[in-house]
């Protein structure tokens, strides 16, 4: 089996780290990368929750952390988003590979610029296809109850798709 590269974002590491299942990125077939910018979002405020637990993800290598070249293309996403997304959106193109990325804009920029997106609600879905959790809707429920952005749109489409997951 051949392992997919994803560079992820620090929205879906701080939720996934707040209901506890960053193991979805040790247990998942794919290898996750995070920029260091995005690590540094992540675990800056060490008080937060899921900040020890995204260090600890970095520490045993589950999602690991890389340098990131600022090239043009990063220079240029730097003035539409954050350093965090702009690095991952930048590492994501010059690996030809996917960003897991929860924010709109930055999903929107992503997509402009031919990047494959994924959010933290297809990361569930994967996981509960590959058999690491039992449901995806309450663990989206929780997530929304915590103060995480999710549509009712989005809502309903995941419902869809986890049923059949």
């Given at each position: ?58 520490g045993s290598n589950w999602i690991q952390e890389k340098t990131v070249e600022h ?24 690996n030809s590979t996917a960003v897991l990325i929860d924010e709109t804009r930055g ?33 989206l429920n929780i997530l929304k109850l915590n103060g995480y952005r999710l549509s ?14």
């Amino acid at each position: 089996m051949t392992t997919k590269l994803i560079i992820t974002d620090a929205g879906p590491l701080i939720a996934l780290a707040n209901v506890d299942l960053l193991s979805i990125f040790k247990k998942s077939s794919f290898e996750f990368w995070a920029p260091q910018a995005v690590i540094r979002e992540a675990t800056a405020d060490g008080s937060k929750p899921g900040a020890a637990a995204i260090r600890d993800a970095i520490g045993s290598n589950w999602i690991q952390e890389k340098t990131v070249e600022h090239d043009d293309l990063y220079f240029s996403l730097k003035k539409l988003l954050d350093e965090g997304e702009a690095e991952a959106i930048s590492l994501a193109n010059r690996n030809s590979t996917a960003v897991l990325i929860d924010e709109t804009r930055g999903r929107k920029v992503a997509q402009r610029n031919n990047i494959p997106v994924l959010g933290t609600a297809a990361l569930l879905i994967h996981a509960k296809e590959e058999g690491f959790i039992p449901e995806v809707m309450p663990i989206l429920n929780i997530l929304k109850l915590n103060g995480y952005r999710l549509s009712s749109g989005l809502m309903l489409k995941v419902q869809e798709l986890a049923i059949i997951a």
